[in-house]
T-cell receptor
Framework: EAGVTQFPSHSVIEKGQTVTLRCDPISGHDNLYWYRRVMGKEIKFLLHFVKESKQDESGMPNNRFLAERTGGTYSTLKVQPAELEDSGVYFC?????????????FGAGTRLSVL | GEDVEQSLFLSVREGDSSVINCTYTDSSSTYLYWYKQEPGAGLQLLTYIFSNMDMKQDQRLTVLLNKKDKHLSLRIADTQTGDSAIYFCASLTFSGGYNKLIFGAGTRLAVHP
């Protein structure tokens, strides 16, 4: 069974440009999460989808970030326009619906460098 | 908000035991997790413990939970060079009707011969 996959693995863009990150969760997982790790600090929650619905987007930094999950399958996270402080590693995770232990399976992450 | 703290770096000799410590603030956390990140790889779930347990052992890994002090530790017995990685502690927090993970900054474990 394929795990959580993220594209691209690394993206280098200039300040002001737009970048779109993609996450393919494990097949059948209703829950999809985005997290971010900036400058070697803690991994911070960004938002949570249940199927195609945003359930919790309390961690989204500002309105330059837009996450979508059309059809409840893969998800995209767009940053427009990118700023220097958006640099970091963006992780996606998925879990089964109503999983008692809430085990979240993570992708390898996308390293975003904004120059 | 809720918080998880970890020491940032640990260096051990191959064959020794490693102990990575973590403290958390959410006393209502139901599960606590340890994730491992090897260079260039994603987060791999190593182990987890339910909040009503105080110890869990899984081969070379021992997790100790002191719920009163909100302290979690991960002990790796007979540490090998392949154990070199960043270890993240995470607590499961219920907020806004749904669960989310609160992570620490990660402890970089370096194993030397």
């Amino acid at each position: 069974e394929a795990g959580v996959t993220q594209f691209p693995s690394h993206s280098v863009i200039e300040k002001g440009q737009t970048v779109t990150l993609r996450c393919d969760p494990i097949s059948g997982h209703d829950n999809l999460y985005w997290y971010r790790r900036v400058m070697g600090k803690e991994i911070k929650f960004l938002l949570h989808f249940v199927k195609e619905s945003k359930q919790d987007e309390s961690g989204m930094p500002n309105n330059r970030f837009l996450a979508e999950r059309t059809g409840g399958t893969y998800s995209t996270l767009k940053v427009q326009p990118a700023e220097l402080e958006d640099s970091g590693v963006y992780f996606c995770a998925s879990s089964q619906a109503r999983a008692a232990k809430n085990i979240q399976y993570f992708g390898a992450g996308t390293r975003l460098s904004v120059l | 908000g809720e918080d998880v703290e970890q020491s940032l770096f640990l260096s051990v000799r191959e064959g020794d035991s490693s102990v990575i410590n973590c403290t958390y603030t959410d006393s209502s956390s139901t599960y606590l997790y340890w994730y491992k990140q090897e260079p260039g790889a994603g987060l791999q779930l190593l182990t987890y413990i339910f909040s009503n347990m105080d110890m869990k052992q899984d081969q070379r890994l021992t997790v100790l939970l002191n719920k009163k002090d909100k302290h979690l530790s991960l002990r790796i017995a007979d540490t090998q060079t392949g154990d070199s990685a960043i270890y993240f502690c995470a607590s499961l927090t219920f907020s806004g009707g749904y669960n989310k993970l609160i992570f620490g900054a990660g402890t970089r474990l370096a194993v030397h011969p």
